[in-house]
């Protein structure tokens, strides 16, 4: 039995922002598929394990944490990987965990739902949202151009944070290298920690049935 | 001289938050007018105070700190009230902030921002928002009815967060009361800590000039 058991989808950033950590760090887990296309996160037995009716939820024992930042931060200390060395640098890393899960994260996740995974989506609502995505996305290759990892001179959860949708570049219709390029120099980066692999490959779920 | 400065504005509900604790913790601090509306946050000169471009930021001595919940943090453990009393609690804050953050503020400032600010805004797009916004507090209603405060059993940095666009309660056009009393009881709450005041009470720049 799996030290971690996670709830997770393939096609969920967020639950790939703890997968990647748990992987690369070496860890002892397990997913939990969780049926997001059928509504299980809407269901009341989901609410019982996350009121928020989100993924991803991490288990283990009695322990059951929520929000992809928590968790993080959770698995930071415990596995001592990814960490703040000061409390100056907890917070420097929050304040971008905070921004990405707000704006880039955020605005990611539901452009790329409704481009994907919607027939029909509202066009003008799409506009918006492709709207948002591109100015996180300027912000994030501003801060990135001199700068090899997000906080400090090393991979940090900001970095596991803000890269959890950013894999599924086909589907969110950017072209990095053109057009963000000191996001596309990063994520090379991070493809290149050891044990990396894609959303696709790391939680199960991919591809999505026919019909 | 104040001890702390706050570049902010009164329609600012993220500010709103980090003003809101200033003041109830009977801090010495003084706004700094930040002119939103005529375009300041896209300027040049604001990206050099801080590089995603928006309010609050706090500023202390040579230390400039921006993001609310990462303020929040930093106050709640320079004063000692409003914070955590174990990693435990300070995770469960954390999952609060960052809720608050992508679904919760997130959503209500853009929403009430379209219906309020701008000129003719997209039907399509303030539906779509309207729709999240009301997702959200359906989700914190839940969380709020058997409780007085979002965290343990007294007011934290999660409530200040959470109520930051709450009492404008008009603009964002929702009846607490009457559609979500765990709400609309929570925030009256929060109006009863001591030196509490309406945002607009608190910050420069209300009401807009005319035209």
Known sequence: MAEYELYCFAQSGN??????????????????????FNGETRSPDYHEVNIMGEVPVLVRGDMRLSQSGVILD???????QYRWTSEDER?????????????????????R?????????NLAVLDFLGGRVKTAYSVFDAHMKDRDWVVGDRATIAD????GY????DEIGVDFAADYP?????????????GWKHPYDLMPGHPLPKG
């Open 74 to 80: 959770y698995l930071a200390e415990q596995t001592g």
């Open 182 to 194: 000191a996001i596309a120099a990063w994520l090379e980066r991070i493809k290149a920690l050891p």
């Open 113 to 121: 739902f409704m481009r994907n995974f919607i027939e029909e989506p």
């Open 166 to 169: 950013l894999f599924y570049e």
């Open 91 to 111: 917070r420097d890393i929050l304040r971008w965990l905070l921004f990405d899960n707000h704006k880039l994260t955020g605005y990611t996740s539901v452009y």
């Open 15 to 36: 639950s790939y922002k703890v997968a990647l950590m748990l992987e690369t760090t070496g860890q002892s887990w397990s997913p939990r598929f969780v049926d997001f």
């Open 160 to 163: 596991l944070s803000i890269c």
